[in-house]
């Protein structure tokens, strides 16, 4: 059984940076799709980025162009969300979600539990 276990949230001042991870245990993300997605207070559910089996990312908001990159590190079987330039507004639970078929489109199979990310000064 897959499970997903995030970790790195916390306080983050407006500008800084922060990393992100998804660990996984039970299965190889290798050959998975890895997305992120954030739950917003007052916007809901928003998906982030996400990485397919073979390396493509995708943006899933045009918010987080040029700010937001994942890295996957299978050694680790984790993937990494690197926030840079963060704001207010990115403030939310991140979680990660893995689809088995591999792609960056269509439903997500297995999710973690999230770790909350507040961008205030």
């Known amino acids: 059984q897959l499970q997903l276990v995030e970790s790195g949230g916390g306080l983050v001042q407006p500008g800084g940076s922060q990393r992100l991870s998804c660990t996984a245990s039970?299965?190889?993300?290798?050959?998975?799709?890895v997305a992120w997605v954030r739950q917003v207070p007052g916007v809901g559910r928003e998906g982030v980025l996400c990485?397919?089996?073979?390396?493509?990312?995708?943006d899933y908001t045009d918010d987080v162009k040029d700010r937001f990159t994942l890295v996957r590190d299978n050694a680790r079987n984790t993937v990494y969300l690197q926030m840079n330039r963060l704001k207010p507004e990115d403030t939310g639970n991140y979680y990660c979600?893995?689809?088995?078929?591999?792609?960056?489109?269509?439903?997500?199979?297995?999710w973690g539990q999230g770790t909350q990310v507040t961008v205030s000064s």
């Open positions: 039970g299965s190889s993300l290798s050959t998975y799709a």
């Open positions: 979600a893995v689809k088995l078929h591999g792609v960056c489109r269509g439903g997500d199979d297995y």
């Open positions: 990485i397919s089996a073979s390396g493509e990312i995708i």
